[in-house]
């Protein structure tokens, strides 16, 4: 029971990230937002303190941004009157993002301007020793467009059924990056074997159809490999 209560908190708190990107425009803006800087962050050497600073950005986003939905629905719940209050509540939620949104900004600012002008100082050699930091962008990636794809389709929950497959996205796509870490064949059979279990007991478990499973298979593989075919 502890472990069913524990994977229902799971699907509510996914179902809201969920129902923010599929009604807010500005979660929306802001995932692509997130998508873009992870992808340009593959293309310079940024330090571990550096990308802390980009992950605790774009979860201060994403957190302020569904406060404010989250207050929005309480205050609509309330009232469907105008209220003074109900709209000091609102503006002060909106107010918030607008900071971690500037805030964002100037992050941005600092880690990226010195090293986009100019362009030539892109170096992307120096990606080629922390396949590290290329598997946890694809990994971030996938799991990204997955949460993008099935507030899209809808259907399950989001850990249990719905297109695509997130389970089988992830495996996948920690697969091919073993694959292209450790260029031996034996390790490569051996984690997409295991990626080929994930997907089959998601299958059997009746919680994905084959296509949905296919689906998510086919994403973690090809952003993967178009991430380190990036970095090649």
């Keep these: 029971m502890g472990i069913r209560k524990l994977i229902d908190s799971f699907n509510f708190a996914i179902e809201g990230i969920i129902y923010t ?13 997130a998508i873009i800087v992870l992808i340009l962050s593959l ?24 406060i404010n939905t989250a207050i929005e629905a309480v205050v609509d719940m309330m009232t469907e009157e105008y209220h003074v209050l109900a709209k ?14 500037l805030n964002a900004i100037f992050v941005a600012y600092i880690l990226f301007f010195k090293r ?13 020793n922390s396949p590290a930091h290329v598997t946890f962008t694809a990994l971030i990636i996938v799991m990204l467009l997955t949460i993008i794809l099935k507030a899209h389709y809808g259907g399950g929950t989001p850990l249990r059924g719905g297109l695509p497959s997130g389970h089988s996205a992830i495996a996948f796509c920690l697969a091919t990056a073993s694959t292209f870490i450790s ?45 380190f075919q990036i970095v090649k």
């Design 88 to 101: 000091i509540a609102k503006n002060v939620a909106a107010g918030a993002v607008l900071i971690a949104a």
């Design 116 to 128: 986009i002008n100019p362009w030539t100082n892109i170096l992307l050699t120096r990606l080629r």
């Design 183 to 227: 260029k031996n064949i034996l390790v490569s059979t051996i984690t997409f074997i295991m990626a080929l279990m994930v997907a089959q007991s998601r299958v059997e478990g009746h919680i994905h159809s084959t296509f949905q499973v296919a689906i998510g298979a086919v994403i973690g593989i090809l952003i993967t490999v178009l991430f």
């Design 43 to 66: 293309f310079y050497n940024f330090s571990k303190l550096e990308m802390i600073a980009i992950m605790a950005t774009i979860t201060l986003v994403i957190m302020a941004e569904m």
């Design 21 to 33: 990107f599929k009604t807010e425009k500005n979660m929306k803006i802001h995932f692509a937002a």
